[in-house]
């Protein structure tokens, strides 16, 4: 199985009734479509969501400067 990297990702509404949209992927030149329901949206939404929530954050370093009087 090859991988792509995704450089952009769009989500239109197709249909509100019954609700239905399409996903759009962006990669190495190529758009790959596929239209979702909304179970299947759901399923994304959760699984993206444990992602974000599992995958370290970075650290910002903040540095404070004394201003002077």
Do not use: W, Y
Not at 14 to 28: K, M, Q, T, V, Y
Not at 29 to 38: D, H, P, S, T, W
């Amino acid at each position: 199985m090859t991988m792509q990297r995704v450089t952009n990702v769009s989500v239109s509404t197709e249909s509100a009734e019954p609700l239905r949209g399409i996903i759009e992927f962006d990669c190495a030149g190529a758009v790959a479509k596929f239209v979702i329901n909304e179970d299947l949206a759901h399923q994304v939404c959760s699984g993206l969501e444990r992602f974000l929530t599992q995958a370290p954050r970075r650290a910002r370093v903040v540095q404070f400067r004394r201003c002077a009087p």
